[in-house]
T-cell receptor
Framework: DGGITQSPKYLFRKEGQNVTLSCEQNLNHDAMYWYRQDPGQGLRLIYY???????QKGDIAEGYSVSREKKESFPLTVTSAQKNPTAFYLC????????????FGPGTRLTVT | GENVEQHPSTLSVQEGDSAVIKCTYSDSASNYFPWYKQELGKRPQLIID?????GEKKDQRIAVTLNKTAKHFSLHITETQPEDSAVYFC??????????FGDGTTLTVKP
């Protein structure tokens, strides 16, 4: 399961707390993504980054924030402003430029109570 | 923006039968169409993909067809096996960073 990693696998937080999910890749990919997956639904794009120090909002960015200070790392912060944060979060990476295969991490299941 | 619809949402077949999953997309600029397989609790993994300059692609028991005019593409799995049971996602992409996924199809292959 090398290539792209996420930690932790399971995360529990109290409502009102911010929480940061880790995503690291050693594939030398420029592009990285964060998706949210809810039961019975597909993957919805939260944020993506095509190069260091640059990122764009996806379809459901409200209540989330990201940073891209290093090529290898793309952490996602779930803020207290996110109304329904409990979900399975997937990070992915790909080559930059044309659309191509995305390599996914193992995911982090976040539960907020 | 792009809209991808995937059907059916669930599919049950007998081992050895074929399975077909269909997706439609709305943006004619989309040029890359991957299919991912996700087993329970695991990460999605690419099983096959097709680009807009190709109409069909095959890899052993798996094939994908693309109809650009109608804006739909399909996944075909022949001689299904129990280990094919999983959730399958289609996606449509214009460029790296802008992929839209379908809602997924849960395939169950009965022994």
């Amino acid at each position: 399961d090398g290539g792209i990693t996420q930690s932790p696998k399971y995360l529990f937080r109290k409502e009102g707390q911010n929480v940061t999910l880790s995503c690291e890749q050693n594939l030398n990919h420029d592009a990285m993504y964060w998706y949210r997956q809810d039961p019975g639904q597909g993957l919805r794009l939260i944020y993506y980054s095509q190069i260091v120090n640059d990122f764009q909002k996806g379809d459901i960015a409200e209540g989330y924030s990201v940073s891209r200070e290093k090529k290898e790392s793309f952490p996602l912060t779930v803020t207290s402003a996110q109304k329904n944060p409990t979900a399975f979060y997937l990070c992915a990476s790909s080559i930059r430029g044309r659309a191509d295969e995305q390599y996914f991490g193992p995911g982090t299941r976040l539960t907020v109570t | 923006g792009e809209n991808v619809e995937q059907h059916p949402s669930t599919l049950s077949v007998q081992e050895g039968d074929s399975a077909v999953i269909k997706c439609t997309y709305s943006d004619s600029a989309s040029n890359y169409f991957p299919w991912y397989k996700q087993e329970l609790g695991k990460r999605p993994q690419l099983i096959i993909d097709i680009r807009s300059n190709v109409g069909e692609k095959k890899d052993q028991r798996i094939a994908v067809t693309l109809n650009k005019t109608a804006k739909h593409f399909s996944l075909h799995i022949t001689e299904t096996q129990p280990e094919d049971s999983a959730v399958y996602f289609c996606a449509a992409s214009i460029y790296a960073g802008k992929s839209t996924f379908g809602d997924g199809t849960t395939l169950t292959v009965k022994p």
